[in-house]
């Protein structure tokens, strides 16, 4: 009985460890999930959302600059023999008529508050958060441009197996052609002859082919995915990817011009950049006026064979204590350094001034040659659409009168080849157009609002 439930006890565990070592972890995602994924685990994101980290360190310390600065320093060494009855203009009190038997102890302690700065740390706050929203900007700058990637893969992989559907089909429709020429061959009809037997043979070869470089094709773009969405290696990432289809598409593009001043990243990192050049450039004008600060510093200091003398016009740093507060100023005068300092802030200014020049005129043509794109890509869609339903009744027509024995093996093959070519003229339309509407999005800013909110 016993034995029983321990065999019992032995297979359940081999099971569940079968179970864990050999599953495989499989992720399924559509084009909404690899977008979702890409964003958040592409393995080029890491290296800016790191960039957004030191801004935030530099405003911490930027932050902190207002509070007091405390230096704490303690020494320890030999001490020359001093004695009180030694003070006198008549005996040597250089070390080296003294002698070294001693040793000395000292803490030094002084605390910097500073009161007013002309705005040097307020500058460099600002400064500092312009630093974090720019790099913010650069962040979903790279965001864009892995959404775009990202819908390339998808949409061309939705293409592929498209093909592969195509493919299959009129691989269906020539080995039923071969096959029917090859029994007429053998009846002597006629209306058949060899030389489009083997024509059928030579577009079955290329059908073939195809097939082969579709497998191929469709293997290189999930690798891709899986990178793109940031998969780990050992997981299967399966797409679920929706045929290719005709999109109607009502866009102003003045609308889309007004959206991409808001929205683009380039638009929002000028903008906090050049706050973050203006705080820049007063916080070297700063340096032109005098830093006041509250001071305290003091220090405590003993020796094994020194006498501690209590007379304020003597001072022994060895064998001494003192405590004192006051408040300062510092003011480093220089002929020209900090001018030029100031100058080439001004200078780092007026480049991101430049940058918005460009972008202003720049966005506006880049929006309209992707509206004009998308113009055409949308009409050539539309005409393919109208090409391949043609070309499909052309098939289906040719099929009919062979069947009827009204038609030639031949008149099918040349409807088998016009009906293949205009499908994959259509799918490639169809493409176009998904990513010209793609383009369109990422150049007016609405990719990310469209895509991943």
């Given at each position: 009985m016993c034995s029983g439930k321990f065999k019992i006890l032995i297979i359940f565990t081999v099971v569940l460890l079968s179970s864990v070592c050999f599953a495989e972890d499989k992720v399924i995602v559509d084009l909404k999930g690899c977008i979702e994924r890409a964003v958040k685990f592409h393995p080029e994101l890491g290296e800016y959302k790191q960039d957004i980290e030191i801004y935030k360190a530099k405003l911490s310390e930027a932050q902190a600059?207002?509070?007091?600065?405390?230096?704490?320093?303690?020494?320890?060494?030999?001490?020359?023999e001093a004695r009180k009855e030694a003070i006198s203009p008549e005996i040597r009190t250089d070390v080296k008529s003294t002698t070294i038997n001693g040793v000395f102890g000292m803490i030094t302690m002084q605390l910097l508050q500073p009161i007013y700065t002309f705005g040097k740390i307020s500058g460099y706050k600002k400064a500092a958060q312009g630093g974090i929203k720019v790099s913010e900007a650069e962040l979903e700058k790279k965001r864009s441009e892995i959404i775009l990637k990202t819908k390339e893969l998808y949409w061309s992989l939705s293409m592929i197996r498209d093909l592969r559907i195509l493919a299959n089909e009129i691989k269906d429709e020539l080995e039923?052609?071969?096959?029917?020429?090859?029994?007429?061959?053998?009846?002597?009809?006629?209306?058949?002859?060899?030389?489009?037997?083997?024509?059928?043979?030579?577009?079955?070869?290329?059908?073939?082919?195809?097939?082969?470089e579709i497998d191929k094709n469709e293997a290189i773009i999930i690798e891709a995915l899986k990178f793109m969405t940031g998969t780990p290696q050992n997981t299967k990432l399966e797409i679920i990817t929706?045929?290719?289809?005709?999109?109607?598409?009502?866009?102003?593009?003045?609308?889309?011009?007004?959206?991409?001043?808001?929205?683009?990243?380039?638009?929002?990192?000028?903008?906090?950049?050049?706050?973050?050049?203006?705080?820049?450039?007063d916080v070297e004008k700063s340096n032109f006026y005098p830093q006041i600060f509250f001071l305290i510093k003091g220090s405590l200091a003993g020796a094994t064979n020194r006498d501690?003398?209590?007379?304020?016009?003597?001072?022994?740093?060895?064998?001494?204590?003192?405590?004192a507060a006051v408040v300062g100023m510092k003011l480093n005068i220089d002929f020209g350094i900090t001018k030029g300092k100031v100058r080439e802030a001004r200078i780092e200014y007026q480049k991101i001034l430049e940058k918005k020049k460009l972008a202003e005129q720049g966005i506006p043509v880049q929006i309209m040659k992707a509206y004009y794109e998308l113009e055409e890509a949308t009409k050539s869609a539309r005409d393919m659409e109208d090409a391949y339903q043609n070309a499909k009744k052309w098939l289906i027509t040719a099929q009919a009168n062979l069947d009827m024995g009204l038609g030639e093996t031949k008149d099918l093959a040349d409807a088998v080849l016009a009906y293949a070519t205009t499908r994959v003229n259509h799918l490639?339309?169809?493409?176009?157009?998904?990513?010209?509407?793609?383009?369109?999005?990422?150049?007016?800013?609405?990719?990310?609002?469209r895509e991943v909110k």
């Open positions: 600059a207002v509070f007091p600065q405390i230096e704490l320093m303690a020494l320890a060494g030999p001490s020359p039923k052609a071969i096959k029917r020429t090859e029994e007429d061959l053998k009846k002597d009809i006629p209306s058949t002859d060899e030389l489009t037997l083997y024509k059928l043979k030579t577009y079955l070869g290329e059908v073939k082919r195809n097939l082969n929706e045929p290719l289809k005709y999109e109607e598409a009502y866009i102003r593009p003045d609308e889309l011009i007004a959206k991409a001043f808001q929205l683009r990243p380039e638009m929002i990192q000028i903008k906090e950049g050049l706050k973050a050049k203006q705080a820049l450039v501690r003398i209590h007379n304020p016009y003597i001072s022994d740093p060895l064998n001494d204590s003192m405590l490639k339309a169809l493409y176009n157009q998904k990513m010209a509407i793609a383009n369109l999005l990422q150049a007016s800013g609405l990719d990310r609002e």
